[in-house]
Structure formats: structure tokens, C-alpha cells
């Protein structure tokens, strides 16, 4: 079926510093979302963004946080500087919009801030 | 704000026996869709089962599942559970004006032989 990418698997870095978690959607998807799941509790939605803009955010979407997906590229969810709340599982997911908007997930990348 | 309780955290079972993975939501709208999800080791969650109609079971890979509203609850079932059923379930839920999914705790299923 179809299949989202995401680089890195694990990425480790120091607090303060930025960091920059790649998404590669199902290439007809217009539709994409950041979800973050912390150890041992539930995916938590962080926003969606369709046509170059963010649509909807929730309160875990810090002003720390932003997203783009440059010219078709990767769907990035960059966070700058990093906390070490910001530690987690970051799920990220695309839909055509079709089929009730069935969202197809990535793998994740677990992050980890020190 | 709408919320998705899953009340087992670990549910393990013998290879054979009748799967029933427990899913009650709270939300405002009168509409919502409600998913499963399920996610194998080391892989992504994949979707298995997704409704939005009121009381209309829907099927797949030998799972089903029934909205109800009258008791806001979207259980998963199987008849028959097989080893490659362990995996970690989890319900979601989307409003139907929005996009995004509200997540339940998930319910990790241990199927043993």
C-alpha cells in the first residue's frame, strides 16, 4: 500500500539546538499532519497544513515549532530551539483528502533532546 | 475537548480464542468518524477499520467493527485470533469538520499460542 517516509529514525541532540524531521508523503497527498507521542501515552495531534499553510494547530504546536514543505519536497517539521519536553516519537501523516481523509502514517522518528 | 478511552492497556489471549478490544469516545459533534489503527513492531500504524455510519458493521482482514452512538463506543472484534494479530490497536476519532485525529492509549494484543 502506500507508504510514508520518514529520515530520521532516531535522532539524538543537545538542548538548544534545531533540529529538522523529514517527511516523504504518498506522492499524490495534498493533505499532512505532525503527531507527537511522548513514552507511554497517546499520539497527540500538532497540525496539519495543506497548500503551503498550516490549517489547524494544537497548544503543542509551540511558536518553537514550524512546518513547510518546499516546491513538493519533504513535509519538514523543524523545532528551534529544542526543549527537553520535546522528546518523543514524531508521527507524520498524509491523506488525498478522499475516504473520510484516511491518513497514512510514517514509521516516526524518535527523537530525544538532552 | 473530544477524547478516545481505551480501557485495557495489555490484552493477551491464546491463539484461536475471540478478540474484543474496548473503544468509547467523547465528543460534541454529532458526526464523528471513527478509525482503528493498528501498528505492528517497528512498523508504521496502518489503518484497519473506519466508520462514520451509526449502527452499520464494517469489515476487514477479519476484524469488524460497530458505531454506536447511542453508547459512543466503536469496540474491535475478531472471532478467531491468530498469531500475527499481536500488535499494538489504537481507536481515533475525527470530528467531522476537521481533519485532525484524536487518539486513544492503544491496547497492546498478545495473541499466544
Known amino acids: 500500500g502506500p507508504k510514508v517516509l520518514q529520515i530520521p529514525s532516531h535522532q539524538i541532540i543537545d538542548m538548544g539546538q534545531m533540529v529538522t524531521l523529514n517527511c516523504d508523503p504518498v506522492s499524490n497527498h495534498l493533505y499532512f499532519y505532525w503527531y507527537k507521542q511522548i513514552l507511554g501515552q497517546q499520539m497527540e495531534f500538532l497540525v496539519n497544513f495543506y497548500n503551503g499553510k498550516v490549517m489547524e494547530k494544537s497548544k503543542l504546536f509551540k511558536d518553537q515549532f514550524s512546518v513547510e514543505r518546499p516546491d513538493g519536497s519533504y513535509f519538514t517539521l523543524k523545532i528551534q530551539p529544542t526543549a527537553l519536553e520535546d522528546s518523543a516519537v514524531y508521527f507524520c501523516?498524509?491523506?488525498?483528502?478522499?475516504?473520510?481523509?484516511?491518513?497514512?502514517f510514517g514509521p516516526g522518528t524518535r527523537l530525544t533532546v538532552l | 475537548g473530544d477524547s478516545v478511552t481505551q480501557t485495557e492497556g495489555l490484552v493477551t489471549l491464546t491463539e484461536g480464542l475471540p478478540v474484543m478490544l474496548n473503544c468509547t469516545y467523547q465528543t460534541i459533534y454529532s458526526n464523528p468518524f471513527l478509525f482503528w489503527y493498528v501498528q505492528h513492531l517497528n512498523e508504521s500504524p496502518r489503518l484497519l477499520l473506519k466508520?462514520?455510519?451509526?449502527?452499520k458493521r464494517t469489515e476487514h482482514q477479519g476484524f469488524h467493527a460497530t458505531l454506536h452512538k447511542s453508547s459512543s463506543s466503536f469496540h474491535l472484534q475478531k472471532s478467531s485470533a491468530q498469531l500475527s494479530d499481536s500488535a499494538l490497536y489504537y481507536c481515533?476519532?475525527?470530528?467531522?469538520?476537521?481533519?485532525?485525529?484524536?487518539f486513544g492509549q492503544g491496547t497492546i494484543l498478545k495473541v499466544y499460542l
Open positions: 501523516a498524509s491523506s488525498s483528502g478522499l475516504g473520510g481523509f484516511e491518513q497514512y
Open positions: 481515533a476519532l475525527r470530528e467531522s469538520s476537521g481533519q485532525k485525529l484524536v
Open positions: 466508520s462514520f455510519t451509526d449502527n
